[in-house]
């Protein structure tokens, strides 16, 4: 049974940084695109990075990019979000999703439960 | 929002309701369109993937479809439990890549 459960979120100031974890099980994770997907409350979903499964590319959202940076560690299966220069926009809850395939795409049948970011002073 | 979707939608139950997802510029000519059902508390689920492909054990009742620049999902018999958010959504290669979600359309069982 795949698995994906998300850790490090919490309350940071402005400016600040958080990095987030995906930690996964169940399926073999060097095989496939990994994306982060947040929600700010009570808006919709926003398409956040993603990271190829093969490991050569990464993509930003144009709202992240330059402050956030995805990674992987394929030894322990885990799928990581460093969110610098956080700012009142980055509150939301932060998901992550295994793709179908190794190639980023937007169907994404497994999920984690999310993590709660706020951005406050 | 580059996908645009109502803001809302309703239907009693049994009913037929049509949930649509426009697309601009070019950006659904060439890319698969993803449906995902949300709610409240809850992580999305992917209903339709590919334009018109249900995963296992979606019901037959979800059906989507894709025109030029379009897209739409279908419910028919609607349920009181179909009450959430569904979002499309696609993956626009141009610009180096990246995803891209609908506004979200919050559908209500009259």
């Known amino acids: 049974e795949v698995q994906l459960l998300e850790s490090g979120g919490g309350f940071v100031q402005p400016g600040g940084s958080l990095r987030l974890s995906c930690s996964t099980s169940g399926f073999t994770f060097s095989n496939y695109a990994m994306t982060w997907v947040r929600q700010a409350p009570g808006q919709g979903l926003e398409w956040v990075s993603s990271?190829?499964?093969?490991?050569?590319?990464?993509f930003y959202a144009d709202s992240v990019q330059g402050r956030f940076i995805i990674s992987r560690d394929t030894s322990k299966a885990t799928l990581y979000l460093q969110m610098n220069s956080l700012g009142a926009g980055d509150t939301a809850v932060y998901f992550c999703?295994?793709?179908?395939?190794?190639?980023?795409?937007?169907?994404?049948?497994?999920w984690g439960q999310g993590t709660q970011v706020t951005v406050s002073p | 929002s580059v996908l645009t979707q109502p803001p809302s939608a309703s239907g009693t139950p049994g009913q037929r309701v049509t949930i649509s997802c426009s697309g601009s510029s070019d950006i659904l000519l060439s890319s698969y369109v993803y449906w995902y059902q949300q709610f409240p508390g809850a992580a999305p689920k992917l209903l339709i993937y590919a334009n018109d492909q249900r995963p296992s054990g979606v019901p037959d009742r979800f059906s989507g479809a894709k025109s030029g620049t379009s897209a739409s999902l279908d419910i028919s018999g609607l349920r009181a439990e179909d009450e959430a958010t569904y979002y499309c959504?696609?993956?626009?290669?141009?610009?180096?890549?990246?995803?891209?979600f609908g506004g979200g359309t919050k559908l209500t069982v009259l």
């Open positions: 990271f190829s499964g093969d490991g050569g590319r990464t």
């Open positions: 999703a295994k793709g179908r395939s190794w190639e980023s795409s937007m169907r994404f049948e497994s």
């Open positions: 959504a696609t993956w626009d290669a141009s610009w180096g890549g990246r995803g891209v």
